[in-house]
Structure formats: C-alpha cells, structure tokens
C-alpha cells in the first residue's frame, strides 16, 4: 500500500503515513496520489481547493464546517506541530458529537483524512506551523459555521499552556447543542 491507513477513534476520520524515502541528502515522499489515496482508503474523492496557512504558538483555529457544500479535507504539517481535532456533526451517526485528536507535525508526516459531516480545528503546540490542506469543496463563507472550541459537553483536552490565540468567528462559536447540524 502506497500509504499506511489507521482509523481513528472516528472508524470514517483516517490517519495516513505516506512511504518516505530518505538519507543523508534529505527525504522525498508524494504526499498525495489520487491514484494511491484511493486504492489505500477505498474512498473516490476530488478535491477541488488547496489551502495553506501559517500560526504562531496558542493559535487555535476551530471547530469549522460548511453546513451546504460540506467538505472533506485531507489536512498535513510542513513546519512545527499541531493538534488536530475533527467532530462527528451528523446527527445519525452513532457517534454524533464524538471527537478524535491527532499530532501532526512536519517530523511525523502524517497526513489526516477529515470527511464530510465533520467539524475541524487545530492548535498549534510549537513555535509556527504551516498547515496545508486540500478540500473536497470550495470554500462558502455564508454557509461556514463554528462550534465553540471550549463546549464542556465536547470537553476536548487542548494542550493550553494559557488562553489560546482566537480569531473572533472561534471565540464567538456556539455551543453543539445549540449549532445547526448534518443530518
């Protein structure tokens, strides 16, 4: 297999590890191959949007969905570490309001398989990250919603060492039990 696959605690929310081939010149991995995505997950996907953003340490960005055009998002590190959250927002899901939590980080590699129907964040735990990831779906700022990073009934344990860096739509989030969800 072209990458290696590990459910998360969320069976659909995958980690994926592509092959890296390294020595002492530096290292070379296709980080992706539609082709290879495929044939590792079992998923048909295609994404339609790359984007690429950097944080200073504390910044927590999340919990985000669209609730139209909901995306899917194959999300990875290139500089520093994050911690990754996705939440199940489909209401017949078992799972519903479930989280899992996943390190990235540019030294691991691994890759994040975040599918439609989940919320989305992460905090960076170094001094900077560059996070990239591809979506499924184009970005629709009038249908993007937040969930509140801190909802007690999610009880996510961010690595906070102080009051994390918010963008006003994260400090503004509402809380699960009041958000519109997927069906």
Known sequence: MPYTVTPTALPEVLILEPKCFGDGRGFFYESYNARDFATSTGLDVRFVQDNHSRSVSGVLRGLHYQIEHAQGKLVRV??????????????SSPRFGQWAAVTLSAANRRQLWIPPGFGHGFMVVSEAAEFLYKTTDYWHPEHERSILWSDPTLAIPWPLTGAPLLARKDADGCLLSEAITYP
């Open 78 to 91: 290139t500089e520093g570490e994050v911690y990754d959250v996705a939440v199940d927002l489909r209401k």
